[in-house]
C-alpha cells in the first residue's frame, strides 16, 4: 500500500524568503502522479503543483517548484519570495493512475508566513 | 458548470443515527472519491470509485458505506454514526484527461 509522510506539522517563513516543506512517499509503482495542494481557511483545495513520476524535470508554477527524487521517493515544495497569501495548510498527495485512480494524502504542513 | 457539490454543508447527528452524505459532479468525470479530515490527520481515504458502478474501500472504510449508481453522483452513508465520525468531509472527482482534481466544499459533520 501507498503511504505519504509529511514530517514537519508546522512551518513558519518571513515573507519574501524561500521556505521548503518535505515530503516522502512509499510506493512499488513505477509510474504514478504528485501532487501539492493547498488548503486556506476557506477549506477549499487549490492544486499548487503536480509532477508525473516518468518525467525527470522538476516542476515549476510561478514562485512554486518542487524537488522530486524518484529514487529516494522525496518530493519536497519550495517555495520562494514567500507572501502573505501563502499561509495555509500544504498537502503532499499521491496518485496510481491507470484505471484505478487511487488518491492518498499526507497529514498536512501548516505554513504561516510573517510579515 | 457546477463543478462538485456536497450537501448538505453542516449536520449535526446524535449517535446512532444514519446519515447519507450526497456528493455529484457534472464534469463527465470517472473517478470521485471521499475524505474525511480531521486535525493532525490530513485527509483521509474513505472510499474512491473509479467508474460507474464500482466501489473500492481506502485508509478508513469502516463505519461507511457508499453507493455510485451513475456516473454523476456518489453518496457516503453512515449507518449508525458515532462520536469518532465527527469531521469534515470532502468528496472529490478527477479528470483523467486534464489530470486535474475538483474538490466539493466540504460537511462539517458532529456526532453527539
Known amino acids: 500500500a501507498q503511504t505519504v509522510t509529511q514530517s514537519q506539522p508546522e512551518m513558519s517563513v518571513q515573507e519574501a524568503e524561500t521556505v521548503t516543506l518535505s515530503c516522502t512517499y512509499d510506493?512499488?509503482?513505477?509510474?504514478?502522479?504528485l501532487f501539492w495542494y493547498k488548503q486556506p481557511p476557506s477549506r477549499q483545495m487549490i492544486l499548487v503543483i503536480r509532477?508525473?513520476?516518468?518525467?525527470?524535470q522538476n516542476a515549476t508554477e510561478n514562485r512554486f517548484s518542487v524537488n522530486f527524487q524518484k529514487a529516494a521517493k522525496s518530493f519536497s515544495l519550495k517555495i520562494s519570495d514567500s507572501q502573505l497569501g501563502d499561509t495555509a495548510m500544504y498537502f503532499c498527495?499521491?496518485?496510481?493512475?491507470?484505471?484505478?485512480?487511487?488518491?492518498?494524502f499526507g497529514t498536512g504542513t501548516r505554513l504561516q508566513v510573517f510579515p | 458548470n457546477a463543478g462538485v457539490t456536497q450537501t448538505p454543508k453542516f449536520q449535526v447527528l446524535k449517535t446512532g443515527q444514519s446519515m447519507t452524505l450526497q456528493c455529484a459532479q457534472d464534469?463527465?468525470?470517472?473517478?470521485m472519491y471521499w475524505y474525511r479530515q480531521d486535525p493532525g490527520m490530513g485527509l483521509r481515504l474513505i472510499y474512491y470509485?473509479?467508474?460507474?458502478?464500482?466501489?473500492d474501500k481506502g485508509e478508513v472504510p469502516n463505519g461507511y458505506n457508499v453507493s455510485r449508481l451513475n456516473k454523476r453522483e456518489f453518496s457516503l452513508r453512515l449507518e449508525s454514526a458515532a462520536p469518532s465520525q465527527t469531521s469534515v468531509y470532502f468528496c472529490?472527482?478527477?479528470?483523467?484527461?486534464?489530470?486535474?482534481?475538483?474538490f466539493g466544499s466540504g460537511t462539517q459533520l458532529s456526532v453527539l
Open positions: 498527495a499521491f496518485m496510481k493512475p491507470l484505471g484505478t485512480d487511487k488518491l492518498i
Open positions: 510506493t512499488s509503482e513505477n509510474n504514478y502522479y
Open positions: 509532477q508525473e513520476a516518468y518525467k525527470q
Open positions: 464534469m463527465n468525470h470517472n473517478s
Open positions: 470509485s473509479a467508474s460507474e458502478g464500482t466501489t
Open positions: 472529490a472527482s478527477y479528470d483523467r484527461v486534464n489530470e486535474k482534481l475538483f
